[in-house]
């Protein structure tokens, strides 16, 4: 008898599973030494390898990505854990850039303060479109994005003392701290570092009680409002949020392109965007990498094949077809992850995780 009281108090104190007994531990974004110890070994190997063994195409294209991925966390924030939904993230990006190269080129701003300003400035552009939101949800609230696509996307091209308009702007050699950024592998090391600082910047506002406010607003406003939030308010900062890493991601791609025009920040990369936080999995900033990954290679593949089709003398009837149906395989691909994975390449991911950490069992 005091054997099984002795073996019953031991299975008191010896929980199973993930147990948690404070909120410390409920809001921890590791809950192991393994986790860390993994992903401190993860970015060691990303910058110190990667650089590398990279060519310069295939750092282009990883830079890109890190640009990109910094972008689509702002509007998993907004799409994902807000449920506001967005068409002109695309047109925000935009402002980014030409926030950015404006500042660089007229204001004589130095890299490190142009980037975080542009991304401020985009954030109060964000913010003003984002007013209708009070009133406005679901489809109503898409097309209210979507006209402000088509005003920046005006305003940016007819502005023309400011934006320099078809002409675009030329934007100086970066330099932080007196070194020079040029070439693929000097941004790789500013790209890579600020798409860390910025996800780590997300996860923590989603631990706070401002992304358990975005969190309550998507499942239900009314309930939400029922409980004290002032969604109004919360709204807006999720566009605000939003729009600065639209803008932060902007200035940094401005800078990598040196030379910038109206013509990339079309309706075309708005649902470029939406549809990396589809495809990588709403409501998850891992997601969001994944997503920005996915379309990025999407697109380098697609301009390869094309490519590849176009210069072959008997095939290049089927190259020029392929040419316009970019947009059609976009579609197709987030067709496919709504039927068979809805919740997105992020869903796939926890279930490998969850493999090898439950192998060699199957429970």
């Known amino acids: 008898m005091r054997n099984k009281k002795q073996t019953m108090r031991k299975l008191h104190f010896h929980p199973c599973g993930n147990f948690r007994e404070s909120y410390e531990r409920e809001l921890t974004i590791y809950e192991t030494d393994f986790g860390r110890t993994a992903v401190f070994l993860g970015l060691l190997l990303l910058f110190a390898l990667v650089p590398a063994i990279s060519g310069p195409y295939l750092l282009y294209v990883i830079n890109i990505i890190g640009i990109t991925a910094i972008a689509a966390i702002g509007l998993n924030i907004l799409v994902g854990f807000t449920g506001q939904i967005s068409l002109g993230h695309g047109a925000f990006f935009g402002v980014?850039?030409?926030?950015?190269?404006?500042?660089?080129?007229?204001?004589?701003?130095?890299?490190?303060?142009?980037?975080?300003?542009?991304?401020?400035?985009?954030?109060?552009?964000?913010?003003?479109?984002?007013?209708?939101?009070?009133?406005?949800?679901?489809?109503?609230?898409?097309?209210?994005?979507?006209?402000?696509?088509?005003?920046?996307?005006y305003v940016l091209v007819h502005w023309e003392s400011l934006t320099k308009g078809t002409m675009g702007i030329v934007l100086p050699t970066p330099t932080i701290f007196g070194f020079s950024l040029e070439g693929d592998t000097g941004f790789f090391f500013v790209i890579y570092p600020s798409?860390?600082?910025?996800?780590?910047?997300?996860?923590?506002?989603?631990?706070?009680?401002?992304?358990?406010?975005?969190?309550?607003?998507?499942?239900?406003?009314?309930?939400?409002?029922?409980?004290?939030?002032?969604?109004?308010?919360?709204?807006?900062?999720?566009?605000?949020?939003?729009?600065?890493?639209?803008?932060?991601?902007?200035?940094?791609?401005?800078?990598?392109?040196?030379?910038?025009t109206t013509e990339p920040f079309n309706l075309g990369l708005s649902v470029e965007y939406l549809a990396m936080v589809i495809i990588g999995g709403m409501g998850s900033i891992p997601g969001s990498i994944f997503g920005a990954t996915f379309i990025t290679a999407l697109n380098e593949i697609l301009r390869w094949l094309t490519d590849i089709l176009m210069n072959t003398g008997t095939l290049q009837g089927i190259g020029l077809t392929l040419a316009p149906l970019r947009e059609l395989v976009f579609g197709l691909t987030i067709v496919f992850f709504i039927l068979f994975e809805p919740r997105g390449l992020a869903e796939v991911w926890r279930i490998i995780r969850s493999g090898f950490r439950l192998w060699p069992f199957s429970y």
């Open 195 to 260: 798409l860390i600082l910025m996800t780590c910047i997300a996860v923590n506002i989603m631990r706070t009680r401002y992304g358990r406010a975005f969190i309550a607003i998507r499942d239900n406003d009314r309930a939400a409002e029922g409980m004290g939030i002032p969604i109004f308010r919360y709204k807006l900062f999720s566009f605000g949020i939003s729009s600065f890493y639209a803008g932060f991601a902007g200035a940094l791609w401005a800078y990598y392109m040196i030379s910038i």
């Open 96 to 153: 980014g850039a030409y926030a950015g190269a404006i500042l660089a080129t007229s204001l004589h701003f130095p890299f490190w303060i142009s980037v975080p300003a542009a991304g401020l400035i985009t954030a109060l552009a964000g913010m003003i479109f984002g007013i209708p939101s009070v009133r406005l949800k679901g489809l109503y609230l898409t097309i209210a994005t979507l006209a402000g696509q088509f005003i920046i996307e």
